[in-house]
Structure formats: structure tokens, C-alpha cells
């Protein structure tokens, strides 16, 4: 009786121990373990965008060779260090996870390449966010890029920014559903992020994400939930859909669907607006 007694106070220490020397290691290095939560917030003036300020690794799956990557986000928002006065023209690029490229270091991302290659003639400054299109992009410019005074400005498009909302949920069509306009200019999105800030569901969740150990096992088991239901429920039918849309693409805008048709032309149009609010 009593050596099982002693086992269990042995194995009830020991697990104690361990949870509080991971707590402990996962508090050393919480500047580069954010949560996704943490990196990525849900902003009403541009849908989602970084957390100014916040440090977090991108790691590559086990089948890509290249490095973890630390990624810094500055306190303007964007990656880099922080924005200096400007001493020469100005271009800001912006676009989708491909201008994001938080799986390359930022001295190899293209437009440091550039301010390189320039070497103080030209500025290049990049943002981008994975899952945005032009309609989010022309909120980022109006509400916080207008503010670099740039000289020039480029948008940088996917194929995807055109598709069907039913074929892909993040083109533009959708965004353009979920915004607020200003005659033609996007300023906010219907992003509740208050609702149930207050309940005290809500309160015990954002205590326990300060448990840092809580949280990791949290975001891992999010990631492994959505693995799983993706292979089984969603893959081959989010592959041929998209493959569909492509096929579509190929072909002569004559024979593209109404709805298609409608989704290309509504995105163009925002582009244009993008054009003819940088020239006002």
C-alpha cells in the first residue's frame, strides 16, 4: 500500500516537474514561439493582417530542405526593420503570401534583393499576407500604406484572386462580399472581434492561452485536426475544384461561365479603383 502510495506521489512530481520546465523553456523563447493567433490578428479595417511587433519561426514541412526561418515583424506591421525617414522615390509592393515569403530570410526576399541593387536610388518596401487580394490590399494601402508616401505602388495578383468564391473560398469576391465601402474604397470588414469577448467562456480561454504550455498543445492539435479532415473530407474535392477553375482560365473568356465572368470583371474593377485612388 504504502510503495504504491510513494509511486504515485513519485510519478505525480515527476509529471509536475516536467510540465514546469517545459512552461519555463516555452516562456524563454515566446518571442519566436508565437501562436498563430498571436502572429496573425483579425483587423475590421483589413481583414487580417501581422501583430506589429511580434517575432515567430516559419517551419517548412519534413519533405522541404530549406531552414526555419525567423521572421520579424516590425512595429509598423510589416517584416523588416523599422521604417526610416524616406531619401529617395519610394515603391511599395504589395500582394499575397508570395510578397509574404516568410519561408525565405529577408535579406533573400526580392525586395531587399532590389534595395540591393539600387543601393539607395531606389526604395523598395514589400507587404504581403497570405490570403489576400486586391480588395484586402486596397484597405492596407488606404489605411496604412498611403502613410510611406510612396512614389509608386505595385499590386501583385494570383489566378486565385479571380476565382469563384465557391471554388475558393479567399478570392476576392469574397472580400469584396464581406467589406465596407466608401464610394469605391474598401475601409472595413464585417470582422467581429468583440462578440463573445465578455462571456466567461471567453474569459477562461484567454486565461489559459497565457499557459504557454496549454497553448502550444492547443495550436498543435488545431494543426493536426485540420491535417486530418482535409485528407479525408476536402482534398479531392478542393483539387478538382480548383483544377476545374484552371481548365476554365484556358479557355476563351467567350466560353467562361456567367458567374465566373462576373467574379473577373468585379475584381478588375477593383483594381481600377486601386489605380484611380493613387491618383487622386
Not at 67 to 82: A, H, L, M, Q, T
Not at 107 to 123: A, I, R, V
Not at 180 to 198: F, R, T
Request: net charge negative; proline share 3%.
Amino acid at each position: 500500500m504504502q510503495l504504491k502510495i510513494k509511486s504515485k506521489i513519485f510519478f505525480t512530481g515527476f509529471f509536475l516537474v516536467t510540465v514546469i520546465i517545459a512552461e519555463l523553456y516555452l516562456r524563454s523563447n515566446s518571442a519566436i514561439l508565437s501562436s498563430s493567433e498571436a502572429i496573425r490578428l483579425n483587423d475590421p479595417l483589413v481583414h487580417h493582417d501581422y501583430n506589429p511587433g511580434v517575432t515567430f519561426i516559419t517551419q517548412m514541412d519534413k519533405n522541404n530542405e530549406l531552414p526555419p526561418v525567423i521572421n520579424k515583424i516590425n512595429s509598423f506591421g510589416i517584416r523588416g526593420p523599422e521604417i526610416s525617414k524616406k531619401k529617395a522615390r519610394r515603391v511599395l509592393l504589395l500582394g499575397d503570401s508570395f510578397i509574404q515569403a516568410d519561408e525565405v530570410d529577408f535579406k533573400d526576399t526580392f525586395s531587399e534583393k532590389l534595395n540591393n541593387h539600387f543601393d539607395g536610388k531606389l526604395e523598395f518596401i514589400a507587404h504581403g499576407i497570405g490570403s489576400w487580394s486586391p480588395t484586402t490590399e486596397f484597405s492596407w494601402l488606404c489605411h496604412k500604406g498611403i502613410e510611406l508616401f510612396p512614389d509608386e505602388v505595385n499590386i501583385f495578383l494570383c489566378a486565385n484572386d479571380f476565382y469563384r468564391e465557391n471554388v475558393y473560398s479567399m478570392s476576392d469576391v469574397s472580400y469584396q462580399r464581406q467589406a465596407l465601402y466608401e464610394g469605391d474604397v474598401p475601409i472595413g470588414y464585417k470582422v467581429n472581434i468583440a462578440e463573445g469577448q465578455n462571456s466567461l467562456f471567453a474569459k477562461i480561454k484567454k486565461t489559459l492561452k497565457k499557459i504557454h504550455i496549454i497553448r502550444w498543445i492547443h495550436e498543435r492539435l488545431k494543426l493536426i485536426i485540420f491535417k486530418i479532415t482535409y485528407r479525408i473530407f476536402h482534398k479531392e474535392q478542393i483539387v478538382s475544384d480548383l483544377a476545374d477553375e484552371v481548365v476554365l482560365f484556358s479557355r476563351d473568356a467567350a466560353l467562361w461561365p456567367e458567374d465566373l465572368q462576373d467574379s473577373v470583371d468585379s475584381t478588375v474593377e477593383v483594381i481600377y479603383n486601386i489605380k484611380h485612388f493613387l491618383e487622386q
